[in-house]
Structure formats: structure tokens, C-alpha cells
DNA sequence: CGAATCTTTGAACTGAGTCAATTAAAGTGG
DNA sequence: CCACTTTAATTGACTCAGTTCAAAGATTCG
């Protein structure tokens, strides 16, 4: 869940302070609807909580009875199976939705577990449902979140389907730039905050291919790797790469040809296309 | 989205012949709440709505409007890339709400595809919040059918990630016999209405994989397979390859001991552990 | 009955997993 | 603040599961 027209201000304006409440209006504003916040929703405030690194948001197994808005920071979203195998199922950042899962549900199947110092704004789902009848804009947010949670799934899964593992990877960072620069962030210079083997589980490859194959495209061109910073540097060419579906080309041949003009074309062509399911993000 | 109480005798009265209409008391029953069911829901109702095999319910990029519930048949639900290739999601069965990406989002991102003839009830999203608000209970069933739609994202994302194609096809199944006998049908002998590729599309592998994996299992009596008719012959050993998370045992030794009495005991344990992803189904 | 699609099976190649060892980074405690 | 421990990341070598290409059956459908 992004916001579609957060401004940089909106996002740094927003509370993120442990201890401070923040207002329905405040959420309002946040999701890019200022025109619905009133002086009904001044009044509502909703409780912050601060999460440390390391710390779990939500355990799996856990009640359901209250979603979590990402105010700062990031958390990985996971499922453990009784081998004890942890599966990374998303990274929520920034103005993502946790614990959707438990709608309706008696308790959690997934838990959320924060990467960094982070802060939530916690909404009570007896009281969101309550306040939903009176005002029709918090009622269409919690649905609008759990839409685009069940897009977002879609997109996972056109990632982990991909054939060879530099698809997935090229894939996952575009998804990762996109979003960013949705909330107004850079949609080149991304810090990742998980570790090797978070995007690994989340990718459904070994942790080791996962450094191989960031190295690689560092070494093509790609990318620039430094620890867990990765900078885009040829977004067109990453992806023309994140497209290959099958029988894909050898690096050299891919390096010689497709990465070249052409690329700039196709990626305009596919861009206007409807229905993709990765835009390439607008450089900044 | 199955439901938790559904009897034999519910899932065969409910009303599935094209023309008919469809009150909102039945679609609660159906949905294992007949205690919700008054005279106010006797006179809602919804239309039904027949779909042949290999068309269309819903296309990607179609305007949100209406969710439709799965009365009778199956269906795919997929989305397509730039390149045309199709990426199957998930397999929608009686019972299943189909449409739920578009929640609180101007249209579908992805589509639904018959598998065989196929009766739907249609379900204006428009209509269903409204009623919702005097009918809780209706309420109540869209939000618990988009948490259980998110929850299932986490099992399919789990199988995805098994690193054996052996595995995922061992996971598939498991998964779908589940759904199969929650709606008391029988989780022993299943009928799969796609096809091999449609399959593989779903657990993100090539199609010859499938039919190899199908095959092999077989030959080693985990299942028997004719055409598209599928039945688990040896549940509990089934259950037990499907846990496999990394470095598994060659099929030789599987078959000598763990196929073996240890294999039953061992499935009750992990039967009984909380939190599981895939339950080992009931024999029926 | 023929065309199209789906399914199975074979053979060859290779990408990615596994194991293992080294280096780097991030905590921890004195 | 530095030594020490622990965890994360990288890299190499080896092996094999699974993809790809190809071609032969089976099934479905008009």
C-alpha cells in the first residue's frame, strides 16, 4: 500500500515521534486524502509505538484485533513452518499496512518482525470498523489496503516465478525502487535494510546467489553494491533484464546488444502498456 | 476462502442453476452462518451468473464493480506481463471470492478464466457495503474473505519457495486436497481441472517438471495418477516429502525408511504443532 | 475424422544449490 | 575504546536437479 500522491513534505511531516498520538486526519492526509479530513476526524487519535530493531510487531499465532500503519522504519513480514524454516513473505515500509491477514480471522498466520528502529500507528480494528460507519473515508482506506495487499501478492509471485535467479533479483529491486519512489523517496539509491538471507527466503533462493548475482550485476553495470546500499545505476538496462521470462540471453550477448539504445525504446513502449506489473520507476 | 462448517448436504443445496437468484440468507449459510439469517436477508438478493469453460469472469484491467463468489465449478485466476506470458496466481473453487485485488482500487489487476462450466453469484461491491452497514454479518464475510485471500497468499508464497520442484508439486497438492475436503468433498481423489501448464505456471516451474514430478510420484506410490484425475494414495508419506525445506534425502532412502511406520507417527506430531502452513488433510 | 492442444518421455546442458572456507561487519563486555 | 565473539557476506569448487529443445503419444473439440 502506497500512497499515490504523497509529497516529500507530507511523508517527513508526518508523527514519528514514540509516545505522540497521531489523528485520524493524520492518517487521512497520509493516504493522500486531505480533502476528507474534518474536524470529526481532529478528534480521533490513534496510539504511536515505537519498535526496535530486531523486535517482532506482530507474533505469529497472535489475537487479532489491531493493524499497524508504518510510520517509520521497515519490518519484514515472515511465516515460520514447523521445521522452523522462516519464509519471508514482504518488507513493509513507510505507509505499508501490517497484520491484514488476521481480517476476519480469529489470529495472526504471520508475523512482523522490525529490520531497523521503526514506528507504528496502531489502529484497533474493533474501533477502525466502528468509526468506518460514520466516516466512509477510513472505511475505504482499510479496503483500499487490503486490494492493494492482494495485488501486491501478485507481484511477489510473478517475482519468485521467475526462471533464472538474476530475473528475481533484478525484479525484487525494481519492486523495492518503485515503492520507494511512490512515497517520494529516491527510486535509485535504496538502503536495504534486511539482510542477505531475508531476500533470499523472499526470493526463494539460496542466500549465496543472491550475493553472486548482486555482485554480477554490479560487475555488468547494473547496480552499484556498497554493503546495503544499492544504487541503480542503469535502470532501462535492469529492466529490460527483469523482463526475460525464459531462454534468456548469455551476459555477453546481453551486454553487447539489449543494453544498449534499443533499451531506452522499449522501456517507453512497455511503459505506457496497461496492465504491467512493474513500472519502471521514473528516475530522481 | 473455505467454509469452516460447510456440510456435504449445504454445499449441494445451494443453488447453482444459471437464471437463478441467490439471497443473501444463502450465501450466509453457505458461509457457515446460518444463526446471521433473518427475514431482511431472505429478501436480499443477488444475481447468478453462468460461465462456460475457458472464458473470462473477470479481465485484468477491467473497473472494479463486483466480487463473485464461486458457486459451482473452478476457475484460474492469472496475470498476464508485457510479454504475454501468464502467470497463474491461484485456482478458485467453490466457495472462493473471486475480484478481491480490485478492493478499494479503480480496477482488477488480475483476471479469472474458467476451468470448466461454472456458475458464479455476483456480488455489486456497491450493494454488499451498503448492506453491509445494517448487516454485520455481510460485513463480516467481505473482510474475512479478503484476510483469508491474504493468509493464502503466505501458503502459496511457502510453496513457491520450496527449493525441490518435487516438493512443490507435494505442497500443491496437500493444499488443494485441504480445500477439496474443507468443502466436504473428498481430500483422497482429486479432479484437476487445469492443465499441466497451468500448474506449472502456479508453482513457478516448467511444465515438463509437472508431468515428470506427477510420474515419479506414481511410480513411488505417494499417488495415482490418471489423466487429470489425481488421487493420494499414501497421505501420510506425501505429507511428510512436502515438509522438506533443504538438502533432501535421495529417493531411494525416502522410500526405504521414511515412507516407512515412523512417517504416520511423525505427521500426528506435526499434525498437533500450532501455527503449521499445510495441515495433512483428514482421510476420507 | 482431423486439427489443435495437452501430456509424456528422452537427451543434453547449465544454473543454482550445497558444502566449505575466508573476509567483513556488527554487537558485547571488560 | 579496544579485544573478543558472533553474525553476515563473499567467493570458490563441485554436483545435480531442472530447464530447454525435440519428438512422440494422448486427449479434446469442432
Redesign the pocket.
Known sequence: MTCPTASPTSATGFPSRTGTRCTASDVLRWFGRPDQVSSATDLIEFQMRQVH??RSLVVEGQPFEKLHLVSSGSFKCVQTDVDGYEQVLAFAIHGDIIGLDGLGQAQHRSGAVALEDACVVTLPIRDLLALGREIPALEYLLHHAAGAEVSRCGDTQYLMA???????VARFLLQFARRQSALGHSGRRLR?C???????SH?????????????ALDHDGYIS?S??DIELVDLSALYELQRV????Q?RERRADTARQAAARALVKAADSAAGRLIECPDAR
Not at 162 to 168: G, K
Not at 203 to 215: K, N, P, Q, W, Y
Not at 245 to 248: D, E, I, K, V
Open positions: 530493531a530486531g521467475a526462471p533464472s535467479s538474476e530475473v528475481r536495504m534486511m539482510t542477505r538471507r531475508d531476500i533470499a526470493l526463494g533462493v539460496a542466500h549465496e546467489t543472491v550475493s553472486r548475482v548482486l555482485t553494491v554493503n546495503r521470462t525464459r531462454g534468456r548469455s
